[in-house]
């Protein structure tokens, strides 16, 4: 069964930063896309950033660009937040899937996964 566990978040002030990183078991994800999403109080889930199995492409969010970077190492995640803006408030979820594409459109599909998920707060 595979299993993706985030840690890392936390209460920051603006400007601050933040390290998130998802450890995944269950399988073998070296051919597996990564990800994470973000999910607001009162707000729909929306994509913040993915990685493909390789490491060497990366998508984000307009929003993100310029602040966030994702990185990965074997079947660990990481989302590097700097420059935290309180709007970047949410709980933050990772994802896995066999397409990097899936999960920036519409999150993991069939073959994919979804973590609990890890509260990230930024004080004004």
């Known amino acids: 069964q595979v299993q993706l566990v985030e840690s890392g978040g936390g209460l920051v002030q603006a400007g601050g930063s933040l390290r998130l990183s998802c450890a995944a078991s269950g399988r073998t994800f070296s051919s597996y896309a990564m990800g994470w999403s973000r999910q607001a109080p009162g707000k729909e889930r929306e994509f913040v950033a993915a990685?493909?199995?390789?490491?060497?492409s990366t998508f984000y969010a307009d929003s993100v660009k310029g602040r966030f970077t994702i990185s990965r190492d074997k079947n660990t995640v990481y989302l590097q937040m700097d420059g935290l803006k309180p709007e970047d408030t949410a709980v933050y979820y990772c994802?896995?899937?066999?397409?990097?594409?899936?999960?920036?459109?519409?999150?993991?599909?069939?073959?994919?996964?979804w973590g609990r998920g890890t509260q990230v707060t930024v004080s004004s």
């Open positions: 994802a896995t899937d066999p397409s990097t594409e899936r999960i920036r459109d519409q999150g993991p599909g069939q073959f994919g996964s």
């Open positions: 990685i493909n199995w390789s490491g060497y």
